[in-house]
């Protein structure tokens, strides 16, 4: 059966920053090459000052929007077109499973954020601000353009690229977490990083169930990446560590508000589905985070009646650096509901429904305060 238009999955957009030179386009690249089979839709945003690679290959624009070879769409818009090709990508036709916005260097990434939140395209959802800052000119770079700053207050999670040819790498990456107001941030070179930090990656085979949670069990048991030429030359979980936690029983809303309104420095993504039982019997809620970038989904359950509560379970995967897995998975476990806990009341989802999509449709404005 095919889902109603309103229950349809929604396209995430991916706002990516960042100053000329710091390496939007090699992540971009990196991105379109490393997908594990899904399909991306690349706007770039004043493509006449850029270049990118895959482009060059796939052959010149002739209507502005270009097939990348792999599945992948490109689009070069100004940001008066920005909506057009949103509904372009979006359409079901296309297949596309993300989309990954390239703002200019010199443009101001709130207003592209703003016109996504304000996007009335239901087929898509902002998925995140991501600024790559260069980290061997960063000093350089905050001198030219003192925004910069402000910049990374804004993005929910951020690359310091070029991080191997910084001279004080420790000072660079510490400078740039007192500057990002809680975001992840994440090191890299040559823009590598795993694209799940992003979005799901499309499963590479068919399987039962709706999560993709076992190709990350499989990433984690791959092996160490091989050199840079080598067809899996990124196994980039490497180097990150992961947790996975299940359970059976329902989750509180507020104890887990609690955990993810604390949740520690080094933890890049959160993914997953909850179940909070009797607050809302006929919804799971898909969970989306990327740094501090926090949105939830509800979407009903396959008996669609309020029953089958037996089958029904909460899967949460964490994905980040130098995060304490034995702690997180106690914290997660303390989020469940207890047989005593009293009775469901009208405030339980409040902390819940302050990141649903229908709260931004209605106020874009305050729901960017809250990235």
């Not at 390239?102 to 990434?109: M, N, Q, T, V, Y």
């Not at 990446?225 to 196994?235: L, S, V, Y």
């Not at 009797?278 to 985070?289: E, M």
């Not at 899967?315 to 995060?323: D, E, H, K």
């Amino acid at each position: 059966m095919e889902p109603s238009p309103r229950h349809a999955p929604q396209i995430p957009v991916v706002v990516l920053a960042g100053f000329l030179g710091s390496g939007k386009t090699t992540l971009l690249n990196h991105l379109l090459h490393r997908s594990g089979g899904s399909r991306i839709g690349a706007v770039v945003n004043d493509f006449g000052a850029i270049e990118i690679d895959a482009m060059a290959v796939a052959g010149a624009l002739g209507d502005s929007t270009v097939s990348l070879g792999n599945g992948c769409l490109c689009c070069a818009v100004d940001v008066g077109e920005l909506d057009q090709y949103l509904e372009r990508l979006a359409d079901p036709a296309a297949g596309i499973d993300v989309i990954v916005i390239e703002a200019s260097g010199l443009a101001e990434p709130q207003e592209l954020v703003r016109m996504v939140l304000a996007s009335e395209n239901p087929r898509v959802v902002y998925g995140g601000l991501v600024e790559v800052v260069d980290a061997a000119e960063f000093a350089q770079t905050r001198q030219r353009h003192p925004e910069i700053d402000r910049h990374l207050a804004l993005a929910d999670l951020v690359v310091v690229n070029k991080l191997d040819r910084a001279e004080d790498r420790t000072g660079i990456l510490a400078l740039v977490r007192s500057l990002s107001d809680r975001a992840a941030v994440v090191p890299a070179t040559y823009g590598r990083i795993d694209p799940e930090f992003l979005f799901d990656c499309r499963p590479s085979e068919e399987r039962i169930g709706q999560l993709s949670f076992d190709d990350l069990h499989r990433h984690d048991h791959d092996g160490h990446p091989g050199a840079e030429g080598d067809d899996h030359g990124g196994h980039l979980h490497t180097g990150y560590d992961s947790v996975a936690f299940v359970s059976d029983a329902p989750i509180d809303p507020r104890r887990l508000m609690e955990f993810l309104d604390g949740r520690a420095e080094g933890l890049y993504r959160i993914k997953g589905y909850v179940d909070f039982g009797p607050y809302d019997p006929v919804n799971r809620y898909a969970v989306h985070a990327v740094g501090r970038f926090l949105r939830f989904y509800p979407e009903p359950w396959a008996d669609g009646d309020g029953g089958g509560d037996d089958s029904r379970v909460s899967q949460l995967v964490l994905i980040g650096a130098g995060i304490d897995a034995p702690a997180l998975t106690k914290a997660l476990e303390a989020c469940r509901s207890t047989k005593d806990a009293p009775h469901t009341d009208e405030h339980g989802m409040w902390g819940v429904l302050r990141y649903v999509r229908e709260a931004e449709a209605e106020e874009p404005e305050a729901s960017y305060d809250t990235l």
